[in-house]
């Protein structure tokens, strides 16, 4: 029998994530389906059970279910923990088991694809929500000089330092606000926050960017007005998250199918499309 997946979410009709699995399938000679759900506000919980009561392996989830997702498995991995939310749900007779793969696939997108070497680097995380607190553990694993984390409201940087501090393993952890930025360099600044969204750039202090730095926008599909704002102010490199999505699916396949797949092939197709 097909063992069938999804992704849950709303909106979700914009999702590459069954294109994406697709080709996975297809690379590595997998038997599965993959669809997407759109799931009411208030109704994630019962879309869930009900693809698991239709034979359902496994689900990957987005806005703004991650939460809920978290709150819904009974089991989770320590990222996940960690950053207390879950997009990839994976059900089995023991119950439903909850992980994070964002951090993952941001950490193959940076060293693997954009052939960075994260350790000994000043790297700058801006944000301090959902999508900021993902990715911070794998960024601390890579053993950085300095991860600073910035946001717009300095105390929900310092709150998430704070929460963080006990599992840097003696990795230099900062927090606070853009103003904070001033008179600071950093090798590597990532946009975890939704300014992108609205197409709009955090109001950073000037001369943040160091030689041969990059910018990384966790938005993809354009050229965002952070990664404008980056060119303008020195960024050498640019880079939208396109290759963290596609990482991270490869991670939630790999846990799912135990088969790791080649994602040079599927990002070089939607670079094109």
């Known amino acids: 029998m097909t063992d069938r997946y999804a992704v849950i979410g709303n909106p979700v009709a914009h999702s590459k994530s069954p294109q994406i699995h697709a ?43 991650k939460l809920d997702a978290y709150a819904l498995a009974a089991t989770r991995s320590p990222r996940a923990e960690a950053a207390r939310a879950v997009n990839t749900l994976t059900f089995s007779p023991r119950g439903i088991h909850g992980d994070n793969t964002d951090g993952v696939g941001l950490i193959a997108d940076l060293t693997r694809n954009l052939g960075l070497d994260l350790a000994g680097r000043r790297i700058l995380l801006l944000g301090a929500g959902g999508a900021a607190r993902g990715v911070l553990l794998p960024l601390l694993e890579t053993k950085p000089a300095v991860l600073t984390l910035a946001n717009r409201m300095a105390e929900k940087a310092r709150a998430l330092k704070a929460a963080f501090e006990p599992l840097a393993d003696g990795c230099a952890i900062e927090g606070g606000g853009f103003a904070e930025l001033a008179g600071r360099q950093f090798d590597v600044v990532i946009n975890a926050t939704s300014a992108s969204l609205s197409d709009e750039a955090p109001l950073l202090p000037a001369g943040l960017y160091a030689a041969d730095s990059l910018a990384y926008d966790m938005m993809y599909g354009k050229t965002t007005a ?48």
Request: aromatic content about 10%; hydrophobic content about 50%.
């Open 23 to 65: 080709v996975f399938a297809e690379l590595t000679l997998q038997d599965m389906t993959y669809e997407a759900i759109l799931a009411p506000p208030d109704g994630f919980t019962q879309a869930v059970r009900t693809f698991m009561a239709a034979g359902g392996r496994g689900v990957n989830v987005t806005v703004p279910f």
């Open 226 to 273: 952070f990664l404008v704002a980056a060119r303008a102010q020195g960024a050498a490199r640019l880079a939208d998250g396109l290759g963290m999505l596609v990482e991270q699916a490869a991670e939630s396949f790999f846990l799912w199918r135990g088969v790791r797949p080649d994602t040079v092939p599927v990002l070089e197709l939607l670079r094109k499309s």
